[in-house]
């Protein structure tokens, strides 16, 4: 089941269809909008400011590649209900993207008021959410989804949270028309990557990458402790081999032994021959220095 319902402040729903009609001649925009069932001008004007935004958002594969006009049908209302206000914004946008890209987003309600036209317009708060949010959780079957403004969420009291919890339903609280989308589609839109993902996956590459090295430090300090001292320090360099002898200091009781050094030079070698051995001379007693 896939339908598109919008939410009335006494708790009552009514579900959005679309038809998309060519333009007549005379109409500029490639996108326009109007609702067919009898409203207040403020129902229209939400509708019309929708179109412009899911225009702004969407691919260019899926934008009109002619002038249309979106027909927006509202089926359940009972005879004496009469649409007022701008908080059906939400739920004309997310019927719309629907139509045109093809894509059934699942059961579910929304309600909010887009703040203009923009593809990033901000989702409005509504009045009457609690009677809103218990009416749509009481209508719609399990599994399905309820999208309202972020600024309404402190509204949402935890009886009604449970309540939804129980039934299987989703409380969606959206700040933007585009995180609104995005959630909903999966669409290729240049720059649209879910920066909620991709948060996630680099804190949690960072903790592994933060544990592989706490790993490899215990593992040093580990093998430090463990590892015998080495009495013997042997310096190599060439063919000359030096060992070095470093003594514990002795106690009283122990004589101090000297530092030894041996050392085996093989590459010095030499012909010439020793030099000749002088006698001093003994300078006769009595006598000085001239």
Request: charged share 25%; proline share 7%; aromatic share 4%.
């Amino acid at each position: 089941m896939s339908a598109i319902s919008i939410i009335f402040e006494s708790g009552k729903l009514a579900e959005v269809s679309v038809t998309l009609y060519k333009a007549p001649g005379d109409r500029s925009r490639l996108l326009d909008a109007y609702v067919t069932t009898e409203c207040e001008g403020a129902v229209t004007r939400s509708a019309r400011r929708a179109a412009e935004a899911v225009l702004g958002w969407l691919p260019e594969e899926y934008r009109p590649k002619e002038p249309m006009v979106a027909g927006f049908d509202l089926s359940g209302l009972s005879a004496d209900q009469t649409m007022t206000g701008e908080s059906g914004g939400l739920a004309f946008a997310i019927a719309l993207v629907a139509e045109l890209t093809g894509k059934a987003p699942g059961s579910l309600a929304a309600t909010g008021i887009l703040a203009n036209s923009g593809a990033h317009s901000e989702v409005m708060p509504v009045k009457a959410i609690g009677a809103k949010l218990n009416g749509a959780i009481g209508a719609l079957p399990s599994m399905s989804k309820i999208f309202f403004p972020e600024a309404n969420r402190k509204d949402c009291s935890e009886e009604i949270k449970l309540v939804a919890e129980r039934k299987g339903i989703t409380l969606e609280s959206v700040a933007t028309l585009d995180q609104t989308l995005t959630l909903l589609f999966d669409l290729k839109r240049p720059g649209s990557a879910k920066p909620t993902v991709t948060k996630s996956r680099t804190f949690m590459a960072g903790i592994a990458a933060a544990l592989v090295l706490l790993a490899i430090l215990a593992s040093i300090m580990s093998r430090r402790s463990e590892s015998p001292s080495l009495p013997d320090e042997i310096v190599s360099k060439g063919s000359v081999n030096i060992e070095v002898r470093e003594e514990v200091s002795p106690s009283v009781n122990q004589a101090e032994e000297p530092v030894t050094h041996q050392t085996d030079i093989s590459e010095e070698t030499t012909n010439e021959e020793p030099p000749p051995r002088v006698t001093p001379k003994t300078v006769p007693s009595g006598k000085g220095f001239d």
